[in-house]
């Protein structure tokens, strides 16, 4: 197999669901972080869309971060796919049903004001009460088997240390299951070891740097 190279972000949540599968796989990789405020002209040379993760292998070059996933599956060893297609089409679905969720977060990031954060407080509130059904006895979305589902909701989740501290949000009240799930891939060490050890400083620093809601938040504890 050729050399593996992914190109990152130190906050890409995308980034992360590589990062967590290439582990769980066992796959050596090299990580090459770039500063996406000044993207380099070689990073735009490659990626069609100016965004990562990328996926160097060889003289070849995958991006979008499903699409890895796909081909990390297809390539190397210890699938964490089902076998059933059927089952493998619904963690498809899920994995894209994380993306939409990280819109949702990504979007009471920079809530400009208090309104526009309650709204997408209650859209995730809406979109995990919709998980909490899809979940099973855990400890992974699949039961006792690690997959890529477990892969993209592990970032997900990682945001709500933050949020926590910094809201009153209530995402979670009702949903048991998504609790447990949260807890189980908060310990996994590839969800622990998919972002560096100052992560909680860097996004806390970009939130404040977004001059949102949450950022007067901040700034609130702060004073």
Not at 15 to 27: D, F, P, W
Not at 45 to 60: E, F, R
Not at 78 to 85: F, K, M, R, S
Not at 95 to 100: D, K, N, Q, R, V
Request: glycine content about 6%; proline content about 7%.
């Amino acid at each position: 197999m050729p050399k593996l190279t992914l190109i990152s972000h130190d906050l890409c949540p995308y980034v992360q669901r590589a990062v967590i599968a290439l582990t769980e796989k066992g796959v050596p990789f090299e990580r090459r972080d770039v500063d996406l405020a000044n993207k380099p002209d070689w990073l735009l040379a490659l990626s069609p869309l100016g965004k990562v993760p990328l996926l160097q292998a060889g003289d070849a070059v995958i991006f979008e971060s499903a699409v890895i996933l796909e081909y990390l599956e297809e390539t190397q060893a210890n699938p964490l796919h089902p076998a059933d297609p059927l089952a493998r089409s619904r963690h498809r679905a899920m994995i894209e049903f994380g993306s939409a969720v990280l819109s949702d977060i990504w979007g009471l990031e920079i809530a400009p004001t208090r309104e526009a954060a309650v709204a997408k407080v209650e859209a995730l509130r809406e979109k995990f009460a919709r998980l909490e059904t899809s979940l099973g006895p855990g400890p992974w979305f699949a039961g006792e088997r690690f997959g890529l589902v477990d892969a993209a909701f592990g970032p997900v989740f990682r945001y709500f240390d933050l949020f926590d501290r910094l809201l009153d949000h209530g995402i979670f009240a009702g949903t048991p299951k998504v609790a447990a799930w949260r807890a189980a891939l908060a310990e996994r060490p590839s969800i622990r070891q998919a972002v560096v050890a100052d992560y909680p400083a860097r996004l806390e620093r970009f939130v404040a740097s977004q001059n949102g809601y949450l950022a007067a938040l901040m700034g609130r504890r702060a004073a």
